[in-house]
């Protein structure tokens, strides 16, 4: 069975700095996709990111990047140029590669970012 | 239109009570989901509907009663509900044969069990 751990319950970064959240996750297959996942307080939960395993590339989405490192089973988002904005729980998320509808998402345990001024 | 829209916003309901939750998405997407979080914690899957058929239930008590009545709809029926059922239920839906099959979540409905 695949699992998500993302290991920082809480994080905290000051207005304009770089943060990172980590991720790893354990599978056996060799086609998914991982997902970052964003919920604002009492907010709706929106995607942030997402990466093909069969990509070595990178994705990134304006202020967000990833880094993921297949080999070693990790995911970890950076966010550059912090926001008061991008407060909020992040949640690390695997779906296995079946193209099937209604595949599954397996979440990490989420990780809450609080952004100072 | 790209979003899932879930009635009502807020849900307080006795042991005794029957109520239904509503999901709908206009986007054509082919699989809709269930999924119950408690507070601080990641979505918890309850059930999968692929083609308007029940692909996944994650065993749920039978309490929570789903069903599909068409592609855009999603319901979930409670009746005799517990307060350790109170949580945040939140419905998403995927396309079919999408490289990525993202999930768009609804704002879910908060629901308390008294």
């Known amino acids: 069975a695949q699992t998500v751990t993302q290991s920082q319950p809480e994080m905290s970064v000051q207005e304009a700095e770089t943060v990172t959240l980590s991720c790893t996750y354990d599978t056996s297959e060799s086609d998914y996709y991982l997902f970052w996942y964003k919920q604002p307080p009492s907010r709706q939960m929106i995607l942030v990111i997402r990466q093909e395993a069969y990509k070595q590339q990178n994705a990134t989405e304006n202020r967000f990047s990833v880094n993921f490192q297949k080999a070693a089973k990790s995911f970890s988002l950076k966010i550059s140029d912090s926001q008061l904005g991008d407060a909020a729980m992040y949640f690390c998320?695997?779906?296995?590669?079946?193209?099937?509808?209604?595949?599954?998402?397996?979440f990490g345990k989420g990780t809450t970012l609080s952004v100072s001024s | 239109d790209t979003e899932v829209t879930q009635t009502p916003k807020h849900l307080v309901m006795g042991m005794t009570n029957k109520k239904s939750l509503k999901c709908e998405q206009h986007?054509?997407?082919?699989?809709m989901y269930w999924y119950k979080q408690k507070a601080k914690k990641p979505p918890e899957l309850m059930f999968v509907y692929s083609y308007e058929k029940l692909s996944i239930n994650e065993s749920v008590p039978s309490r929570f009663s789903p069903e599909c009545p068409n592609s855009s709809l999603l319901n979930l029926h409670l009746h005799a509900l517990q307060p350790e059922d109170s949580a945040l239920y939140l419905c998403?839906?995927?396309?079919?044969?999408?490289?990525?099959?993202?999930?768009?979540f609804g704002p879910g409905t908060r629901l308390t069990v008294l």
């Open positions: 986007m054509g997407h082919r699989a």
């Open positions: 998320a695997y779906r296995s590669g079946s193209s099937q509808a209604g595949t599954a998402l397996i």
């Open positions: 998403a839906s995927s396309v079919h044969r999408d490289t990525y099959n993202e999930q768009f």
